[in-house]
């Protein structure tokens, strides 16, 4: 069963623009929310993460948004760069086990 | 300080072949994760430990796959009899504390298995 769904299987932005990556969960137990980047033969790396207590998250150029009631997330990447060209998963948890999407491709443009 | 690490980085395995991978967690590091990941999917969770002791293997697709951490440090993930559907990168994560999701998993490169 797909908890967690990204639905966007690419995105490709221009640099310097915002990058938005979206991601969708079902399961209303999970109570904080991940996001992890992944290059090629690499294993993801931690990007940033938020606990359903709240609605926003920024570090830097990322930006992460909850809404609960729609039981949607997303990723704001602003501004775009081209070293941001990567495979993002959405991740969920609530108990022992984490739930990713499948990922979002992102080519950023020079 | 070093990551976490895993080996093979690529195994190749005649159907029916018995596999181990195995992972080494960064240094102190409580909880450790294994997940299979097949080609364009997301990780999917196997199983969890937290030191020494498996709490969670709800994961584990089949009685083919046994996952142990005997001094809760280095873990192995074997696979018996493997299966086609076996083919897979197989990821491995440490986390500091125990607990889970609340603290952000450190992933190794992972183990690409194919069985042929």
């Known amino acids: 069963d797909q908890q967690v769904k990204q639905n966007s299987p690419s995105l490709s932005v221009q640099e310097g623009r915002i990058s938005i990556l979206n991601c969708d969960y079902t399961n209303s137990m999970f109570d904080y929310f991940l996001w992890y980047k992944k290059y090629p033969a690499e294993g993801p790396t931690f990007l940033i993460s938020i606990s359903s207590i709240k609605d926003k998250n920024e570090d830097g150029r990322f930006t992460v948004f909850l809404n609960k009631s729609a039981k949607h997330l997303s990723l704001h990447i602003v501004p775009s760069q081209p070293g941001d060209s990567a495979v993002y998963f959405c991740?969920?948890?609530?108990?022992?086990?984490?739930?990713f999407g499948a990922g979002t491709r992102l080519t950023v443009k020079p | 300080g070093a990551g976490v690490s895993q080996s093979p980085r690529y195994k190749v395995a005649k159907r029916g072949q018995d596999v181990a991978l195995r992972c080494d967690p960064i240094s102190g590091h409580v909880s450790l994760f294994w997940y299979q990941q097949a080609l364009g999917q997301g990780p999917e969770f196997l199983t969890y430990?937290?030191?020494?002791?498996?709490?969670?293997k709800s994961g584990l697709p089949s009685d083919r796959f046994f996952a142990e951490r005997p001094e809760g440090s280095v873990s192995t993930l074997k696979i018996q009899r493997t299966q086609q559907e076996d083919s897979a990168v197989y990821l491995c994560?440490?986390?500091?504390?125990?607990?889970?999701?609340?603290?952000?998993?450190?992933f190794g490169p992972g183990t690409r298995l194919t069985v042929t």
């Open positions: 430990f937290q030191n020494e002791a498996q709490l969670d």
């Open positions: 991740a969920a948890t609530g108990n022992n086990d984490m739930r």
């Open positions: 994560a440490s986390s500091r504390d125990s607990g889970t999701g609340y603290h952000e998993q450190y």
